[in-house]
């Protein structure tokens, strides 16, 4: 299993200092007590947003306190596109608060550099950039603010792989180099009321607290509206089973609304074999997912790593964030997007370890998977992800809302009926 080309361009170490003789930037408020942040900008490529610490020191050692921005992720096409011929970054820096304000951008510009990046041979070892201070502006006899920053790039060899079809249709997983497509993985989705009675072990659920907790497999189901009973398992192409995602918490609305709530999420396990039986499963995963409120709808989600020594509250929270209902986007493990700082010193993610495409509301919906290399020791790693991916997926779905019909694929009634 070869892994395709990828190179990651890193902007980190951020921090700004400001001149004492540069004026206030609006009434009544000094840029030393004004919310400061930079966008990043590649041609042809999206433009990113950073904040950026202030840093008092006099001297020109690196600051004590900086950020990093997202990064730019290069594919074998960016890179044989953009080799040979540098590209240059441009990174303007504004005081004042991110976003916008009735139509008017709400940060003024202080003033930008730019960094040249040579991205000839940046396959085989990592190359820096600029590691510094660059001064804001082109005026010798005025003070000018100053900003701290760390530009290089370093090889990201990543895993790819394509959904041959929507995952609630059962589809063929391929490994894709270039344009080379190998079957490595298939899918069987159930929507079967009964499906995780059958798959997963009969006393193993979920509590309230978000830890493990013994139950009676006939306890009684919760009444009312509800998605539930939905499982991908994940077949190597042995047929063995490798990995499942199963929905161990319904989706429901919450009360008089159409709509899964924040408050009430309904929730999947990602699982891996353990042991020799094939009936036997362990939990590696926990996803959440709901309908974020506001005025653009979003799929809002929270991933956790599961913990081996399970109990309440043993989860590693290492992905959440919000994907656009009606656009779609991406569903990301990284390392750079764990805002908490906290969080961060918990989490094992170091890094990039998988992102994958997840289309809008009502979309044909074929996810394409990146993992990266050092997360993938053995196929049965991959299928992980491949599991993560077509619950989320399908999680676009579940949280589609109460008002609207599901396709026939999704429904239990079709799938009763069929048994």
Request: charged share 20%.
């Given at each position: ?29 000094h840029p030393?007590t004004?919310?400061?942040f ?7 490529f ?13 001297n ?6 900086s950020?990093s ?17 540098p ?28 960094v040249?990046?040579?991205l ?30 760390v ?27 270039g344009?080379i ?8 989705f159930?929507?079967d009321?009964?499906?995780?009675s059958?798959?997963?072990?009969s006393?193993f ?12 497999s006939?306890e009684?189901?919760q009444?009312?509206?509800e ?25 429901v609305?919450?009360p008089g ?15 891996r ?18 309908r ?9 989600y929270?991933?956790?790593?599961v ?16 994907i656009?209902?009606k656009?779609?986007g ?6 750079r ?7 961060n ?13 997840v ?13 990266g290399v ?8 991959a299928?992980?992800?491949i ?24 429904c ?8």
């Open positions: 299993m070869d892994p395709c080309p990828f190179v990651r361009l890193i902007i980190e170490s951020l921090a700004l200092k400001l001149p004492l003789a540069t004026k206030p930037a609006g009434s009544g408020v030393s004004t919310p400061c930079c966008k990043l900008r590649i041609k042809n999206a433009s990113q947003t950073a904040l950026l610490p202030l840093c008092s020191s006099a020109d050692s690196p600051p004590e306190t950020t921005a997202t990064g730019f992720h290069l594919d074998a096409t960016a890179i044989r596109r953009l080799s040979g011929k590209i240059t970054l441009r990174v303007e820096v504004y005081t004042g608060r991110m976003g916008h304000t009735c139509g008017v951008n709400g940060g003024k510009l202080l003033g930008q550099v730019q040249s990046v040579d000839e041979n940046v396959q085989s070892s990592p190359r820096v950039f600029q590691n510094g201070w660059l001064k804001l502006g082109n005026q010798p006899d005025k003070p000018a603010a100053r900003l701290h920053l530009v290089r790039v370093e090889p990201d060899p990543r895993f790819v792989f394509q959904f041959g079809g929507e995952p609630e249709c059962s589809p063929v997983v391929f490994q894709t180099q344009n497509l190998q079957p490595v993985f298939s899918c069987k159930s929507a009321r009964n499906s995780r059958r798959s997963l072990p006393d659920t979920v509590n309230s607290n978000r830890g493990w907790r013994r139950t009676f006939g009684k189901e009444a009312g509206r998605r539930k009973g939905w499982m991908v398992m994940i077949y190597d192409l042995s047929g063995s089973p490798v990995a499942a995602a199963s929905m161990i918490t319904p989706f609305p919450s609304t159409d709509r899964v709530s924040r408050s009430n999420p309904g929730a999947w396990l990602i699982l074999p353990h042991g020799i039986s094939v009936s036997s499963w362990k939990p590696w995963g926990r996803l959440e997912a709901w974020e409120r506001g005025p653009i709808d979003g799929l809002g929270k991933f956790e790593l913990t081996d020594n399970g109990g309440p509250s043993r989860g590693i929270p290492i992905a959440e964030s919000t656009s209902l656009k779609g991406q569903f990301c493990i990284d390392s997007l764990i805002k908490d700082s906290a969080l010193s918990r989490s094992p993610v170091k890094g990039f370890v998988m992102c994958s495409t289309e809008g509301e009502g979309k044909i919906s074929k996810p394409v998977v990146q993992v050092q997360h993938v020791t053995c196929m049965a790693d299928a992980l992800f599991a993560l991916s077509a619950a989320i997926d399908l999680s676009m779905d579940a949280c589609r809302l109460f008002s609207h019909k599901l396709r026939k694929e999704l239990h009634d079709v799938h009763d009926s069929l048994s």
